[in-house]
């Protein structure tokens, strides 16, 4: 089945622990024009979401939650864009700024299709699981996956956040009203190799499967593939969220908000996208975490992030 994409564009980098991430889009485009691509092109109305200066400007309101107000907008402004898109029949290929956007990604997802089940594939050098009671750092891009989970882990809690912050949380697990929006069991991970005790621990519980990067390399792409499908076989949809840390920065750059050694080649990256969509029930991929400002070999992580998106795009439309 031939897929019509919408591109979105969203800039927000309000719950990134280092800022820059918001640039991460443009630097994609960048990328573009010095290979004279005519890529963007075929993209005629593209969707977009701003980056809130206004929150970053100011010092954040709660430690453990860092612009919780900020991150509600950008679930609010995603779940329109993405429902729109799935109403006109088409696919929704987002290129984002920090990761923590992806739980309004799922949300978005869920509630367009409430009566499916959604599997979830994250490839990423992180397990994104913290909340407000286990986070050391107060940033909500490492909380997407406990908002689709709705999970608040507290068997591993830390910290002690304030009422009106449990509220706002609750408001994000919550977000259209159905929730969980995804079955620990409907999600798999690729590439995870920086957890933190809590997020172990949730691991262990629910019983995440995580593919590391030396399964990846002993077994090979395609066997990973059939076994990320074969899991979520009773999935009627399928979103797959790329972190380009989930990538080796030694191999391609520390353009990145938290890089982390001994990743995914491009290659193994490549490979794992196009043997993923090429199922029927690739609903949605996104892009994120790409940072310019981060990265010693100018804008190498966005040429790779493009070169990977130049050769995905057509197996999506295929
Ligand atoms: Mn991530």
Same mark, same amino acid.
Request: glycine letters at 8%; one cysteine or more; hydrophobic letters at 35%.
């Given at each position: 089945?031939?897929?019509?994409? +919408? *591109?979105?564009?969203?800039?927000?980098?309000?719950?990134?622990?280092?800022?820059?991430?918001?640039?991460?889009?443009?630097?994609?485009?960048?990328?573009?024009?010095?290979?004279?691509?005519?890529?963007?092109?075929?993209?005629?109305?593209?969707?977009?979401?701003? %980056?809130?200066?206004?929150?970053? %400007?100011?010092?954040?309101?709660?430690?453990?939650?860092?612009?919780?107000?900020?991150?509600?907008?950008?679930?609010?402004? @995603?779940? !329109?864009?993405?429902?729109? !898109?799935? $109403?006109?029949?088409?696919?929704?290929?987002?290129?984002?700024? =920090?990761?923590?956007?992806?739980?309004?990604?799922?949300?978005?997802?869920?509630?367009?299709?409430?009566?499916?089940?959604?599997?979830?594939?994250?490839?990423?050098?992180?397990?994104? *699981?913290?909340?407000?009671?286990?986070?050391?750092?107060?940033?909500?891009?490492?909380?997407?996956?406990?908002?689709?989970?709705? /999970?608040?882990? *507290?068997?591993? +809690?830390?910290?002690?956040?304030?009422?009106?912050?449990?509220?706002?949380?609750?408001?994000?697990?919550?977000?259209?009203?159905?929730?969980?929006?995804? +079955?620990?069991?409907?999600?798999?991970?690729?590439?995870?190799?920086?957890?933190?005790?809590? $997020?172990? @621990?949730?691991?262990?519980?629910?019983?995440?499967?995580?593919?590391?990067?030396?399964?990846?390399?002993?077994?090979?792409?395609?066997?990973?593939? =059939?076994?990320?499908?074969?899991?979520?076989?009773? #999935?009627? @949809?399928?979103?797959?969220?790329?972190?380009?840390?989930?990538?080796?920065?030694?191999?391609?750059?520390?353009? /990145?908000?938290?890089?982390?050694?001994?990743?995914? !080649?491009?290659?193994?990256? $490549?490979?794992?996208? /196009?043997?993923?969509?090429?199922?029927?029930?690739? #609903? #949605? @991929?996104?892009?994120?975490?790409? %940072?310019? #400002?981060?990265?010693?070999?100018? %804008?190498?992580?966005?040429?790779?992030?493009? =070169?990977?998106?130049?050769?995905?795009?057509?197996?999506?439309?295929?």
């Amino acid at each position: 089945m031939a897929r019509k994409i +919408q *591109l979105i564009i969203n800039e927000s980098e309000v719950t990134a622990g280092t800022r820059g991430a918001s640039l991460g889009p443009g630097a994609v485009k960048v990328a573009a024009w010095k290979k004279e691509s005519d890529f963007f092109s075929q993209f005629t109305n593209q969707y977009s979401i701003k %980056n809130n200066e206004e929150l970053l %400007n100011k010092p954040p309101l709660y430690p453990f939650a860092k612009r919780i107000e900020g991150l509600t907008e950008v679930f609010e402004q @995603l779940d !329109t864009i993405v429902k729109s !898109t799935y $109403e006109k029949g088409d696919f929704p290929l987002i290129i984002a700024g =920090d990761h923590g956007s992806a739980g309004g990604t799922i949300a978005a997802i869920k509630n367009s299709h409430p009566g499916k089940r959604l599997g979830v594939v994250w490839i990423d050098a992180h397990g994104d *699981l913290h909340t407000p009671y286990t986070t050391p750092s107060g940033n909500m891009h490492g909380m997407p996956l406990a908002t689709a989970l709705a /999970t608040d882990n *507290l068997d591993a +809690q830390i910290n002690e956040p304030k009422e009106d912050v449990k509220g706002l949380w609750d408001n994000l697990k919550n977000f259209g009203g159905i929730s969980p929006k995804i +079955q620990p069991e409907d999600l798999v991970f690729i590439a995870v190799r920086d957890t933190e005790e809590p $997020e172990d @621990l949730l691991m262990d519980k629910l019983g995440i499967r995580n593919i590391t990067v030396e399964e990846v390399r002993k077994s090979g792409v395609d066997h990973v593939v =059939d076994e990320v499908l074969e899991k979520l076989k009773d #999935c009627d @949809l399928i979103y797959v969220s790329f972190d380009v840390d989930s990538m080796d920065p030694k191999i391609v750059s520390h353009g /990145t908000g938290t890089p982390v050694d001994n990743g995914l !080649t491009p290659e193994e990256a $490549e490979g794992i996208m /196009t043997g993923l969509i090429k199922s029927d029930k690739l #609903c #949605c @991929l996104e892009f994120v975490e790409i %940072n310019p #400002c981060l990265d010693e070999k100018k %804008n190498k992580m966005a040429e790779v992030a493009f =070169d990977l998106l130049e050769r995905l795009v057509p197996v999506i439309k295929k």
